[in-house]
């Protein structure tokens, strides 16, 4: 029998997603996933890419900006 775990969101994490939930989050249109939050760029660098991989917020591409997906709501809800 196998089970996996996901590790929970940090504080930083769950504060990026109500930053993108409340549409303050834009991709920075360079290579990765670097957000900028207010147009400033986020201090986490991976903290796009984390978020992006678990399915929990999706951005176009370029600088589009960053949306929070029904997964990272529900994620955000039972933090």
Known sequence: ??????????QRDR??????AGGRCRRSGEIGMTLMV???YCSDQQVG???????????EAGRGTATIT???RAALAAA
Not at 15 to 20: S, Y
Not at 49 to 59: C, D, E, K, M, N
């Open 49 to 59: 890419l984390r978020l992006a991989a678990a399915g929990f917020i999706a951005t």
């Open 38 to 40: 207010d147009g400033v």
């Open 15 to 20: 504060a990026v997603l109500r930053a993108v």
């Open 70 to 72: 029904d997964v990272g």
């Open 1 to 10: 029998m196998t089970t996996t775990t996901r590790e929970p969101l940090s």
